[in-house]
């Protein structure tokens, strides 16, 4: 309504010249407004790859971890799959220290991953377990959910000490 | 192999459909397609999106409490299996079919009962209270007053009566 009364006014101003670039510009800024609404609203998710912060959900000390290796996948780490990580946050005084080069599991991961029968499943955030080069759990405790395909990666240990099976 | 429901539409998802999301809380929402996620995305609630089960229970327009939903429920232990039991499942299923879609049919007829005089009434009433905005057909003709008077324009004259200010 406001275009179409601002071009009637500048029509009869101005004449016929002025008349094409106002309905342009309101189109254009309205045009821009939509993309910012969709851009909040659906934010893509990817790999887990280099420089990717994750959160560590056991009790091995580290708060966060920065991925800085994914061990298996050309693009990257996905649920289930091994990283080497450093640690960027740590409690105080816990197994493992700030700055450490560790190894760790995604049991959580924003990104879709599809499963066995052909749906997929999706999680709330970037999540990690640190595991030693054997693949055995540093922490004694899993918080929040796993995936159950851990167990066909070998990570039973893993899903034993998880209290919620997704 | 569990068929279970979506969150979003009450839908039942088959298996290999849909995706499954899991909350930090671990309680799991699934989806049976694309349109649900989204809308769960998009942070709606099922009871106020019209196409939804949910909406649909809510607002009285399907069937809610009947003795045949009682037979499709979740069951957490697996029954041992039985022939004779299987084959009278089999039996009864389209049985219960039948009986929960004719049900279905009498709560619709229910529902459209009072329809069609209320509609009937309402016609009526705006019959009424706007008849005068309708003149028959006949009275234009025998009234002159009612129609617009037709008045003879010259063409050739009121074009060169506009011409001349856009010149100037």
């Known amino acids: 309504m406001a275009a179409a009364a601002a071009s009637r006014f500048g029509h009869s101003l101005f004449g016929g010249g002025l008349r094409n670039c106002f309905p342009g510009l309101f189109t254009t800024t309205s045009h821009k407004l939509t993309c910012n609404t969709n851009f909040l609203s659906q934010q893509q998710r990817t790999f887990i790859q280099m420089r990717t912060v994750l959160k560590v959900v056991d009790n091995s000390g580290a708060k966060k971890v920065m991925c800085i290796q994914a061990l298996k996948g050309r693009k990257g780490a996905r649920l289930g799959d091994t990283i080497i990580a450093s640690v960027k946050e740590a409690h105080p005084n816990g197994k493992v220290k700030k700055g450490k080069v560790v190894y760790g599991v995604v049991v959580r991961a924003a990104m879709q991953k599809g499963r066995c029968d052909g749906s997929e499943v999706k999680f709330d955030d970037n999540a990690v377990v640190l595991v030693d080069k054997q693949g055995q759990p540093i922490g004694t405790r899993v918080f929040g959910p796993v995936p159950h395909e851990l167990r066909q990666k070998k990570h039973v240990k893993i899903l034993t000490l998880a209290g919620h099976i997704a | ?168």
């Open chain 2, 1 to 168: 192999m569990r068929l279970e429901k979506c969150w979003f539409c009450s839908s039942t998802v088959y298996p290999g459909h849909g995706i499954q999301f899991v909350r930090n809380d671990a309680k799991i929402f699934r989806f049976c397609r694309s349109k649900c996620h989204k809308n769960f995305k998009m942070k709606r609630n099922p009871r106020k999106v019209k196409w939804t089960k949910a909406y649909r229970r809510v607002h009285g327009k399907d069937m809610t409490q009947d003795s045949t939903f009682e037979f499709e429920r979740k069951r957490n232990r697996p029954e041992r299996y039985d022939r004779n039991l299987a084959e009278n499942v089999l039996k009864a299923i389209p049985k219960i079919d039948k009986i929960r879609v004719s049900r279905e049919e009498r709560h619709h007829k229910n529902r459209m009962r009072g329809k069609k005089e209320k509609l009937q009434k309402e016609a009526a009433r705006e019959l009424e209270q706007g008849i005068n905005l309708v003149k028959a057909p006949s009275a234009l003709l025998l009234d002159p007053s009612l129609t617009l008077p037709k008045i003879t324009v010259n063409v050739s004259q009121q074009q060169s009566d506009n011409n001349t200010p856009m010149e100037d």
